[in-house]
C-alpha cells in the first residue's frame, strides 16, 4: 500500500506507546506527521509524543466530557481534513475515548481507518500463558464490593480466559474478591507496567498472588492488567481444609445449611462449594 497517496475525509485511529516510547509504528508517525489535525484525549499528554518524533501537527482535544459536543465539529472539520484520534496510551476506543466519533463517522460515511499498535490488554493476553484463542473482556473491574462480587460471581463459571483492567487503588479488594468468589485456586496472571522499567508478570494462584501483593506495597503500584483463567477441573480444586469443614457439619445439618456455614468458617462464596457437595453427597442425604 502507498501510505504517502493521502486522500480526504479520513478518520485514521492511531495506536500509541503504553510507556516505552519506541513501540510506536513507522506509519503512526507517518500519519500523524501528515493529518491536518489530531483529536487528542490530553493535548498536553500527547505533545510530549508529537515533540519527541518532531511532529508539528495541530491538536484538538476529545475526551470522555466532551465527545459528544466535539464530536459534531469533528465530522465538520473531516470534510476538509484527514484527522488522526489518539488516546493518551494504547488503541482509542478501547476503555478511552472515541467510539462515539468512530460510529458517528461510519454513519456519516466518512472512511475510518486503524492504526495499529500497543493495546495493554492485547499486550497482556499475549504474554500470560493463557489461551488467547477465546477470551472475555471486561474492562476495570466495578469500584464498589457489591457490584465486583456480582460481576465475579456472574463470570465464575465461563470457560474463556476473562481479562480486567485494574487500578492501583483497588488492587487489593479485587484479587481478594477473586479468591472469595472464584476461589483461591484460580490461576491468575498480574500483568503490571507493561514495557516499563518495573515490568512484572506475576503467575499464580489468586491466593499466592494475594499473599505475593501484601508482601510488599510496591507490588500494589503501577499499572496492570488481571488475566483469570477460564473455569475448568484443576482450578476449581476444593482446599482440603473446606471439604472437611464440609463433611463434619453435612452429618448434622441439611445440604444448604451446611453449605452456608462452611462457607462463612472459610469465608468463601457459597457458590464456590455448591457444585462440589451436589456431587459429593447428594447421593447420600438423599
Ligand atoms: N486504550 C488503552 C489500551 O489500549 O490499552 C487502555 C486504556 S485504560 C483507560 C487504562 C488501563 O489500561 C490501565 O488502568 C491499566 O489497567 C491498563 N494499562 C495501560 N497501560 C498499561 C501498562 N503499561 N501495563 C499494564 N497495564 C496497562
Redesign the pocket.
Known amino acids: 500500500m502507498n501510505i504517502n497517496k493521502i486522500k480526504t475525509r479520513i478518520l485514521y485511529v492511531v495506536?500509541t506507546p503504553?510507556?516505552n516510547i519506541k513501540d510506536i509504528t513507522y506509519r503512526a508517525i507517518h500519519i500523524l506527521k501528515t493529518v491536518q489535525l489530531i483529536a487528542a484525549e490530553d493535548t498536553r499528554h500527547t505533545q510530549n509524543l508529537l515533540n519527541h518524533f518532531n511532529i508539528t501537527t495541530k491538536m484538538i482535544s476529545l475526551h470522555k466530557y466532551n465527545e459528544h459536543k466535539i464530536t459534531n465539529k469533528i465530522i465538520f472539520l473531516l470534510n476538509t481534513k484527514n484527522i488522526a484520534l489518539v488516546?493518551?496510551?494504547?488503541?482509542?476506543?478501547?476503555?478511552?475515548p472515541g467510539y462515539i466519533l468512530i460510529h458517528a463517522c461510519h454513519k456519516e460515511n466518512i472512511t475510518v481507518i486503524p492504526i495499529p499498535g500497543?493495546?495493554?490488554?492485547?499486550?497482556?493476553l499475549s504474554a500470560s500463558g493463557l489461551p488467547g484463542d477465546n477470551f472475555y473482556y471486561k474492562g476495570?473491574l466495578p469500584k464498589t464490593t457489591l457490584s465486583r462480587k456480582k460481576i465475579l460471581l456472574h463470570i465464575q463459571n465461563i470457560k474463556e480466559t476473562i481479562i480486567?483492567?485494574?487500578?492501583c487503588h483497588r488492587i487489593l479488594y479485587s484479587i481478594q474478591d477473586i479468591v472469595s468468589y472464584l476461589g483461591e485456586n484460580r490461576i491468575i496472571v498480574l500483568?503490571?507496567?507493561?514495557?516499563?522499567i518495573w515490568?512484572r508478570i506475576k503467575y499464580g494462584k489468586a491466593v499466592d498472588i494475594l499473599t505475593w501483593l501484601k508482601k510488599d506495597d510496591l507490588r500494589q503500584k503501577?499499572?496492570?492488567?488481571i488475566i483469570i483463567s477460564g473455569m475448568n477441573n484443576h482450578n476449581n480444586i476444593i482446599p482440603i481444609k473446606v471439604q472437611r469443614t464440609l463433611s463434619i457439619l453435612i452429618k448434622t445439618l441439611k445440604m444448604k445449611q451446611a453449605i452456608q456455614l462452611t462457607a462463612l468458617i472459610h469465608k468463601i462464596h457459597k457458590n464456590q462449594i455448591y457444585n462440589y457437595a451436589i456431587k459429593k453427597f447428594l447421593h447420600d442425604k438423599k
Open positions: 495506536a503504553i510507556g488516546s493518551n496510551a494504547g488503541t482509542p476506543a478501547i476503555h478511552d500497543p493495546c495493554a490488554l492485547i499486550a497482556a476495570f480486567f483492567y485494574e487500578s500483568v503490571k507496567e507493561i514495557t516499563k515490568e503501577g499499572e496492570m492488567v
